[in-house]
């Protein structure tokens, strides 16, 4: 992180593995991806792995972050980041992957690969940002749309007997992946708790254990059209609550 | 410490799948992605088995996107990486063939074409030349080379790694599954001991031999229709540049012919023979077939037809290739005559048959 004063005024804190060129980042105002590739910033500092990471972002809101790091990066197509990074990392074993996308990238269209690359073990990290919909298309529902909950087509709410009920994807990776896996589900709410999700999520590739996955509850007031207050209590109360925080797989993995 | 693979040359009787992961292995390819489908498997079975003993890898993943993204991927980091499929799964393929030609992404891929539409048949076609040459949303930045003989699937698939990562577009072999699953005899070499020189390939990020690299940001999404204007634009140009410096084809008595005999893949073997035994008749009959199909040898052909009267086209598919011939020569009066049997091969007999009735 850089100084937080420069010639007397008060900058911005930054990970200094973000691209200073091309901030401010481009999410909305409030959206939690850039909360979230803000920690996972902090962590590639504090582990020292910027050279030799490979960071990939899907089709989604984070493809908005295809430039934000000063670091390797590849945006790819709707749902295929997470084979695009299991492929750089079978073929050279020292690169350090990410793969980071949203719900539906994770969960609807690229769920086959999440759930093949669990069951393989892959020694790549995927960090999957879940704000309850689709954001970049406008607001659909996402696998992990609340019951009830409102989207541009759910527009009555989310009926579980239609649609079932929202996808608890730590839980299913946690479910398929042998020994050596690290699986959890932090918040933008707790970021510090967050940043200890991911680094051990880097640290668990870094040691080649095997897949880390942290599922990272977001928010997204454009499309849920909520202000700050109402956005805070989406993701403390409504979200988390149906949506349990912690460490599923490999919590006996130290912080280094 | 990888095995000394072929030395001098060797003259084998093998199957065109085992035939391609000999090439891949003598092109010095470094790790396979695969998902099983008829009637490519062997040569994942013949790879899985070359590769432990030459250092390279392998990964079976859960469907043909992944296998082709996993490929995409795997080329990125530097690797010559590639994929095989056929039919269904190279449907499912394009996606990544579309990443890898907006990306420049030197991937090849080796299809083996079966029948179609749907599952059709795990035989053979031709059906899948339109798919191969134009799949996708975008504008078949790619090269297509379409193989008659095992000796040709050596030799192209060696070259496809070559072009691939001399050019930077998709490269795809284009078999079929006869091809595939028939016995014949060629001659395996070391390229590099016959003067052939193996392009080294080159991470495009992900280099973790430079730490002290500049990074890179590679994209496939543009704000503009400007900015998305100007990045095809440039692949445009790179891919007519490239164009007359790949292009290649076969001919053979075009000159004074009347008739032009006009295939592609396989079905050039019957076509070739027809060729040389109507010749023996003392029959004017040429025999023209483009072996790049991406970039077609579209100049090439029109001078060949020039002094012809009929152009006899057969494929193992209701006019893809047809499209594909009378686009490259439009303008020209010749009259096609069209032999298209999808998903049925075409022996020499019939195409023998077909010129008789031309007169
Ligand atoms: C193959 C394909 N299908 C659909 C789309 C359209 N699309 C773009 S982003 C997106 C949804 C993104 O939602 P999510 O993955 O949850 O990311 P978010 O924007 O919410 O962060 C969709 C459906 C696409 N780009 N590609
Ligand atoms: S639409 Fe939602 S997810 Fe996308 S940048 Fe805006 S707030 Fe974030
Ligand atoms: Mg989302």
Redesign the pocket.
Known sequence: MQELEEDGILQPAMPSCWCQETKPH???P????GIILKVLGEAIDELGIKDTMVFGCDIG?SL?SWDLFSIDTVQTHHGRTTPVITGMKRANSDIIGVAYM?DGGGYAIGSQHLFNAAVRNEKITILL?N?CNY??TG?QMAPTTLPGMKTETTPYGRDVSETGYPTKGPEMVAAVAPEGAYVARGTIANVRQLKGFIKKALENQIAGRGISFVECL??????WRTNAKQTWEFVEKDMAGFFKVGELRGSEVKEG | MAEVLLQGEQRVFMTGNEVVAWAAVAAKADIMYGYPITPQNEIMHYWTRLAPKHGKRFLQVEDEISAGFTTVGGVMTGRKAFTATAGPGNVLMQESANMAEMMRVPIVYVVQQRGGPSTATVIYAQQETTLTCFGGNGEGHRLVYSTATHQELFDYTIKAFNMAWTYRFPTFVLGDGYQAKMRESLTMYNPEEKGIQLVKPVPLLGDTTKPERQFKHLRNTYNTEDELYKVVMNNQRDWDNMAEKVVEWDEKGCEDAEVILLTHGIVARSAITAYQQLRAEGKKVGFFRPITLRPFPGKELKEAIKNAKKLLVAESAYGQFLKMVQNNIFGSQIEIVPLLRPGVGITTEEIVAEYHKLS
């Open positions: 481009k999410f909305c409030g959206c939690g991806h809101c908005l949203g940002c704000n954001g970049m607001g977001s928010s997204c007031p454009t499309n």
